[in-house]
């Protein structure tokens, strides 16, 4: 199958595309920059694949929790380049993704990526499934959520953070890997899970999932609350 996935839920931005058998990514720490650059990597991993957006199959993205920004562009890109031919878009779980590489290895998994006001979106995985709801908190409510387990591998672009922000103890508490990259190939390999399973793609109305009210609505809230 030919695809297009897309991770714009934290800083780095990972694109990744497929042709068949043939798999190119590009992975860049982008920051406030993203809406820059994205449309020039897609089309440079066109060009490197010889795809045309009219030849795939099917497009991916995280679709949340992360990056307010970051989970808007990717769903209003992707959308608009697969809008002509009609091509299927799927989002996915951010947190599922990155906990997807380690569901079956026999211990919890912590997921998580960072929010604003110091905080993570974060969920725990045992025997290959999610276990909790996705959960909003800072590093202190992410420690107590794991407290009662020995230890538990931490993922996701959230995870350097909550190392930083942890004590010996609780450092003890976390098997980490030295960074964390996304890896386009979980994107295609869930998507056609939920092709398979006849799940349905995103429906032009729909969005991200934010888990969290964004600043925007925060300050609106505030705002009507002073007016009554």
């Keep these: ?28 720490q982008m920051g406030l920059r993203q809406s820059e650059k994205l449309l020039p990597i897609i089309d440079n991993l066109f060009h490197e694949l010889q795809l045309s957006p009219n030849e795939l199959d099917y497009t991916a993205l995280t679709l949340g929790p992360g990056s ?21 878009v799927y989002g996915l779980n951010s947190l599922d993704v990155y906990a997807h590489a380690f569901l079956n290895c026999g211990e919890k998994v912590l997921s998580l990526v960072e929010s604003k ?30 407290a009662s387990y020995p230890t538990v591998i931490a993922t996701g672009p959230g995870t350097e953070r909550l190392c930083s922000l942890a004590n010996e103890e609780q450092k ?16 295609f390999t869930m998507a056609e899970e939920a092709i398979a399973k006849k799940e349905p793609a995103l429906e032009d109305y729909d969005g991200p999932v934010y888990y969290k009210k964004s600043e925007a609505e925060i300050v609106l809230e505030r705002k009507n609350e002073s007016a009554t």
């Design 1 to 28: 199958m030919n695809a297009l996935a897309v991770d714009c839920a934290s800083n780095t931005l990972t694109v990744s595309a497929k042709k068949n058998n043939d798999f190119i990514q590009s992975t860049m």
């Design 117 to 146: 006001d110091a905080e993570f979106f974060y969920a725990l995985y045992e025997n290959g499934r999610r276990t909790t709801e996705v959960c909003v908190g800072d590093a202190q409510t992410v420690f107590k959520a794991i």
């Design 172 to 187: 003890a508490r976390l098997k980490t890997l030295s960074s964390h990259i996304t890896d386009g190939r979980v994107l």
């Design 68 to 88: 307010f920004t970051g989970l808007r562009l990717g769903a209003a890109t992707l959308k608009a380049l697969t809008l002509a031919n009609n091509t299927p």
